[in-house]
């Protein structure tokens, strides 16, 4: 009988605990809205007013010819940021040969990665196709190969028949995917090029500079990372091992940490080749325009690729998504949020520099409800010797509501419900 007093008592106390609760977040939340109604608009301190936004590099500039390349042009460019580490006649319009083919393998993974085309699918081969001419693999109308053969004849031994029958599959005609190349060009800002053609087969017109070979070339690395699993293949085998493929590139089996990328030659363009390459997680493209012989293409790449390896680092300061901190809420429905980086960041640093980074993070203890998820929380900003390297934005993971009387009720009853379980 004591006992079932005892528990009686304790119901009530509970219940007497509740109700107290109820009012006390009830008026809680109702007073906000009558007394402090622009608690709505949360306001950072002045800690950030004085950001300061620039594009400085972490890097020294050179100028002229001083690595003595004796090709035509030549360029070298780190991946990621897009920076230009050396240039001699970047901008020289001249005959691309097949490197022609990084705007059409550009072209080919969009149309992957978009779900327009797969790996699997077959494509046919017109008599225009099977009839090109230079490197081939000797498509024949008769058979069709799938798109992952057809990249593996692109990239490897630079196949004019397999980018042909691509290129009119995609768009029904090569002259319509040309259009398409030179569309592309533009949005990418390559103002020395146009495309006559989509395999690099002497036409007069076709021309580019090693500058805007760079830059397709970046959009295909960064964009479409996976067209390496073809570009780093040293050898391989179509239609059950009759057709053997041994990769144009020989910097793929000569050069450590070679990605790619495509070679080119003609009579009349001489050598040319966009090599990328990547150590430590620097990722450079070297590019070489009308060299003299093979060899000399080979080996002036290897001179640009050595210079910027052995001359700067990447330092990677954020990854999309890590964690900076969890905050405070105030007013929230729940007590905590995730603030977290918006993009990656890092930067390009010359070797022996990398001790005179900081970071500076920008970011209030406590934010206030509501909060979208994406809303910008903080930013944190990366110095090199004092001077703004680079920045990125802290962004909230999560949405959070703001507590009020609707949503409070609701934490009550589930309160009530859960004590009186």
Not at 147 to 168: Q, R
Not at 188 to 208: I, P, R, S
Not at 390 to 404: C, F
């Amino acid at each position: 009988m004591l006992g079932g007093v005892f528990l009686c008592k304790k119901t009530i106390n509970n219940k007497i605990l509740v109700i107290i609760t109820m009012f006390i977040v009830a008026f809680a939340c109702i007073v906000p809205y009558i007394v402090l109604a622009s608690d709505d608009m949360y306001v950072w301190s002045d800690k950030s007013e004085n950001l300061v936004q620039t594009d400085t590099q972490a890097t020294t500039e050179q100028t002229g010819n001083f690595l003595n390349i004796t090709s035509g042009s030549a360029v070298l460019m780190e991946q990621n940021t897009g920076k230009i580490l050396y240039e001699y006649n970047a901008h020289e319009k001249l005959r691309p040969a097949s490197v022609t083919k990084i705007m059409t393998l550009l072209l080919i993974m969009e149309a992957i990665d978009s779900g327009k085309l797969k790996y699997t699918d077959k494509i046919p081969c017109s008599e225009k196709a099977r009839n090109m001419g230079g490197s081939q693999i000797w498509l024949d109308t008769t058979e069709q190969l799938t798109v992952d053969e057809m990249l593996k004849a692109i990239c490897v031994v630079s196949a004019n028949d397999c980018t042909v029958a691509m290129a009119e599959y995609l768009a029904g005609s090569e002259e319509a995917f040309v259009a398409q190349m030179n569309a592309k060009a533009k949005e990418l800002g390559m103002n020395d090029t146009t495309f006559k053609n989509c395999h690099g087969l002497d036409e007069d017109g076709h021309v580019t500079s090693a500058y805007d070979i760079a830059l397709m070339s970046r959009e295909l690395l960064l964009k479409h990372p996976d067209i390496t699993k073809y570009t780093t293949i040293w050898m391989d085998e179509l239609r059950d091992g009759k057709s053997q493929l041994v990769n144009t590139n020989k910097l793929i089996k000569t050069y450590p940490g070679a990605t790619g990328l495509k070679t080119g030659s003609t009579s009349v363009a001489l050598y040319n080749l966009s090599a990328s390459a990547t150590r430590n997680d620097l990722n450079l493209i070297a590019v070489i325009m009308k060299a003299d012989t093979s060899a000399t293409r080979f080996a002036e790449a290897t001179k640009l690729l050595d210079y910027g390896f052995n001359t700067y680092t990447f330092k990677e300061f954020a990854k999309a998504g890590d964690l900076v901190k969890n905050l405070e809420v105030e007013k929230g429905v729940i007590k905590h949020v995730d603030a977290v980086f918006k993009n990656d960041a890092g930067s390009l640093v010359e070797k022996g520099q990398e001790n005179g980074l900081t970071q500076d993070i920008i970011l209030d203890d406590e934010v206030m409800a509501p909060i979208e998820k994406g809303q910008i929380l903080g930013q944190t900003v990366y110095k090199l010797n004092g001077k703004v390297i680079g920045q990125t934005d802290i962004i909230a993971k999560e949405r959070v509501k703001r507590m009020n009387f609707i949503n409070s009720l609701s934490y009550i009853f589930w309160l009530w419900f859960t004590l009186n379980r």
